[in-house]
């Protein structure tokens, strides 16, 4: 995926580059029920959106959440979409899915967002032991647009064909195909000497080797965003937002805050066959550092 690309070169995106996503066609996932049968049970689904988009003010904000919902054989689905970080928003989120589309509609607050996407395939460089080789019908390259209020004058906020305000982009990722690592780190110099920061990390590796995902935390189930990460075969790189969604730059402020941002290096475990990454990070807070050691899945 090239969403560090495509956060990066949001505001000088033209008119042009949007794409015109259809709402119907062939079901992703499922059959429609025959005459005279009851229709199939929802399927459980859990996506994970990642974007940046512009505010009515024209801010950049952080787009981050786990959405969970079940899907019926007709291709709508509801459920609750939890934001990133430790106090998190809990909207609802609906829409269709389809196996050319996915669209949905949620409110943060005022602000009414809809996302718009279509299916984005590649090879996964990470694969579960049971899951898909590609993302086909698992990963979507969304458009985001604001509904409540409209950009302010002088914003890079944009209108599409539609007469909605285009505000940014985002990737939609089924949970399903991402691997979990299971990370163990204690800060050790710093204000926050003696922490610990435990916790799995959901990602999917994509052609070339970056990351995508999120970091679940142990004690109170928060999850942050990968902002960054790669994955070699020798070293690992994570670099996640501790302050979660609606954030754009850490302000080092703190375990409710800031990042951490970590190198480890490949090391065998004592599972046979198995490695482990060691290495070290900074923060949560800006004079803050300590050592790490993440786990990939047994393979």
Avoid at 72 to 86: C, V
Wanted: zero cysteines; aromatic letters at 6%; glycine letters at 14%.
């Amino acid at each position: 995926m090239r969403l560090r690309a495509v956060i990066t070169t949001l505001v000088v995106l033209s008119v042009s580059a949007l794409v015109s996503v259809p709402t119907t066609g062939a079901l992703a996932r499922g059959t429609s029920a025959g005459s005279g049968r009851d229709a199939p049970a929802p399927t459980p689904r859990s996506f994970y959106v990642f974007g940046t988009f512009l505010t009515a003010k024209g801010a950049p904000t952080l787009l981050a959440g786990l959405a969970t919902t079940e899907v019926a054989s007709t291709g709508a689905f509801s459920g609750t979409l939890t934001m990133a970080g430790p106090k998190p928003a809990t909207p609802h989120i609906s829409g269709m899915l389809t196996s050319t589309s996915m669209t949905a509609t949620f409110r943060l607050g005022t602000q009414g967002i809809s996302l718009q996407a279509i299916p984005e395939v590649e090879t996964i460089g990470n694969p579960t032991k049971t899951g898909p080789k590609t993302t086909a019908g698992h990963a979507f390259l969304a458009t985001v647009m604001t509904g409540a209020g409209s950009p302010a004058m002088g914003s890079s906020a944009m209108m599409t064909g539609m007469g909605a305000p285009f505000a940014g982009l985002a990737t939609i990722v089924e949970t399903s195909i991402m691997s979990e690592y299971s990370l163990a780190a204690t800060v050790s110099a710093g204000p926050h000497t003696g922490a610990a920061i435990n916790g799995s990390v959901f990602a999917l590796e994509d052609s070339i080797g970056q990351l995508h995902g999120y970091f679940a935390r142990d004690s109170d189930g928060a999850i942050f965003p990968l902002i960054a990460g790669s994955l070699g075969s020798k070293q690992m790189l994570i670099d996640v937002n501790l302050m979660g969604a609606g954030q754009t730059k850490a302000a080092g402020s703190g375990m409710g805050g800031s990042q951490l941002m970590g190198i480890a290096m490949a090391t065998p475990s004592i599972i046979q066959h198995q490695i482990v990454y060691k290495g070290t990070f900074t923060g949560p807070a800006d004079a803050d550092s300590g050592t790490w050691l993440i786990s990939p899945p047994e393979q």
